[in-house]
């Protein structure tokens, strides 16, 4: 049987509002009450369980200051080996996913305030070596 794909559309969305949505530091609740809906709805739509209208996604897009393309950034774009790279490349939607939670917003904003791009560096290597030790 083969996976629905407007239902992994319907998830890229959805987590594309949850990601936008925690880089606002806005909860569930504050969002839904600005589109006049429960919180148990908003998170359907994050979820990918309820598909959002086009007019629901206008009004989504406005609420949360972005451009209604930015809900379909990157979604569901092939994934494309690297011939130089031993290992392919990291999904867009594994990224869009980490991104969507509060550990990754947390994450990513610490690390953009490191100014030091040789200190980045050796932080990426220091997590790498972590994950690669099994931790």
């Not at 083969?2 to 239902?7: C, E, L, N, T, V």
């Amino acid at each position: 049987m083969q996976a629905d794909p407007s239902k992994a559309g319907d998830k890229h969305v959805g987590a594309r509002v949850r990601m936008r949505r925690l880089m606002l530091s806005m909860s569930q609740e504050k969002l839904a009450d600005a589109l006049a809906l429960s919180f148990q709805q908003v998170q359907k739509y994050e979820k990918g369980t309820d598909r959002i209208t086009v007019s629901r996604l206008q009004q989504i897009s406005d609420i949360l200051q972005v451009p209604v393309g930015f809900f379909f950034e990157a979604a569901l774009t092939p994934r494309r080996r690297s011939r130089k790279a031993e290992a392919p490349a990291p999904d867009p939607e594994y990224i869009s996913e980490f991104l969507a939670t509060a550990e990754g917003i947390w994450l990513a904003r610490a690390f953009m305030r490191i100014k030091r791009p040789a200190l980045q560096r050796r932080i990426i290597r220091f997590v790498e070596e972590i994950a690669d030790s099994g931790y």
